[in-house]
């Protein structure tokens, strides 16, 4: 067995990381356009939507402040192993899920594999293809939420009982991940630390600072757009367009998923700066039109923000990382990514539990406003500061 895996190509790993972390966050985003039969059959509210979703986020960023790094010494394939595991538990926990309470414990599960799983595969990614390896990792996240969307409304729409069937699919394909893991080679070597590696640690070096408040308005403001599409978009669309057709709020959801991830491989050779104004830019246009689309009851126009909205996503992350990674020496970058990745992911889950809290008071029509506006402002404000800055 050991042979064999010494005989594999570094590529085969690279595809496998690739389609493995495809499938764990495609995992994710297949459950967003099945909360409009959960609320039908578990009589669930935003409040209780958007919790499920948060409780998502906070479990993820607690895998990632702990095991993120803890391949660099036990190995990729255990912790590989180990994401893919709890993605099969997660997958078997939504698909006998009868309340809101089994709901919350599958979705922390899935956290937790997003967490611990998708670092590695990066790694790995990295550690196969060196050149390629930061495109393919931006990439492949978009890609793989696009996939999972899309895979789970055409169940939604064409195949029977699809809130068992999406989960049975994805579970079979992890399954399979699993088994074929076992013949993949080891791209690292062990060694001593690992328990200390589970202690959280985020630093930010001293000349790291200015650039992360600088980016900071736009990540916040792109992960937030990202998590309300991700929790109510499909609320939105049923509720306040009255569009009951599921397959509709699926690909609202899609469309900046999709739209990032070719933002992201059509620009990766602009300028850091370029694609901060860029992506400000975007995404201020993209949510007026979402906004504007709500307001005249207009699927077409919300379609069109969306697609918008994610070219406005994908080139300020693009353009937030490029500016940020840079101004670390190469032991302090590990640091400074998980403080971006812990701002970023507080930014995904915060915002759309207080917009879920906020929809018995104000309705949701208000609640999609409001929050439209505040991400303009904090674009913004990222915008003009990318503009003052003189690198």
Known sequence: ?????????????TVFSLVGAALVVASNSAVTPLYRLYQQSMHLTPLMITLVYAVYTFSL??????????????????????????????MVLFSYATDVGQLILARAVQGLCVGTATPVLGAAILDTDHRR??????????????????????????????????????????????????????????????????????????????????ITPASIAAWALGGFYLSLMPTVVA??????????????VAAPLLSA???????????????????????????????????????????TGAVISGLGLGASLSGSLSALLPTAEAHQRAGLLATFYVLSYLALGLPALVAGASVP????????????????VLAIISMIASLRSKR
């Open 133 to 214: 390896g930061p495109l393919l990792n931006s990439v492949t996240a978009f890609l793989g939420l696009t996939a999972g969307a899309l895979g789970a409304t055409a169940l939604v729409t064409f195949a029977p009982d699809p809130l068992h069937l999406v989960y049975e699919v994805l579970f079979a394909l992890t399954a399979l991940m699993m088994v074929l893991l076992f013949v993949m080679p080891e791209t690292v070597s062990r060694k001593a630390g690992a328990l200390a590696s589970l202690r959280p640690r985020v630093s930010v070096p001293r000349q790291s600072r200015a650039a992360l408040l600088r």
């Open 361 to 376: 008071l104000i309705g949701l029509d208000t609640v999609a406003y409001v929050y439209g506006a505040v991400v303009i």
């Open 1 to 13: 067995m050991r042979v064999r895996r010494r005989a594999l190509s570094p590529a085969v790993m």
């Open 239 to 252: 509720t306040t367009l009255g569009v009951r057709a599921p397959w509709v709020g699926g690909i609202v």
């Open 261 to 303: 991830a070719l933002t992201v491989g059509a620009l990766r050779q602009l300028a850091a700066r370029r694609l901060l104004v860029l992506g400000t830019s975007a995404l201020s246009l993209g949510v007026v039109a979402s906004l504007l689309g709500i307001w005249q009851y207009s699927v077409a126009a919300l379609f």
């Open 61 to 90: 960023l607690a895998a990632l402040l702990t095991v993120g790094g803890l391949s660099d010494y036990v190995g990729r394939r255990p912790v590989i192993l180990s994401g893919l595991l709890l993605n099969a538990i997660a």
